[in-house]
């Protein structure tokens, strides 16, 4: 594996447990984030979506190629699931910085995983 190609690997996965942490402890910023409201259940959805991350973050990190191999693949699966899913959520409530600033993230993490896991 190139250095560059490691630092990219550390690179998304520590951030997507990054971003899976702060969801977990604070998940009202997930919807601040999308401009939505969060309904009843807002923050259980929310945390549904910080585990999903920190969990493709472990795969992604360990130290077994294969298993990395598919921490990657699965990073790239969810984030391209994201997009789509901003992408219909913009047509019934999700603001145009959210659709921005989470599916624009999602799209460039898919793209980045993806080169990862072909470089």
Do not use: K, W
Not at 73 to 80: N, P
């Amino acid at each position: 594996m190139t250095a560059n190609r490691a630092r990219l690997i550390r690179f998304l996965g520590a951030t997507r447990a990054a971003v899976g942490v702060v969801a977990l402890v604070r998940p009202q910023l997930v919807y601040r984030c999308l401009g939505v409201s969060a309904g009843a259940d807002g923050d259980t959805v929310a945390r549904l979506f910080a585990i999903r991350e920190v969990a493709v973050a472990a795969a992604a990190l360990q130290p077994d190629p294969t298993g990395r191999r598919l921490g990657l693949a699965a990073g790239v699966l969810v984030d391209s699931v994201d997009v789509v899913s901003v992408a219909m959520g913009s047509r019934h409530g999700v603001s145009a910085t959210g659709a921005v600033l989470i599916g624009g993230a999602a799209a460039l993490y898919a793209v980045a995983g993806t080169y990862a896991l072909i470089s």
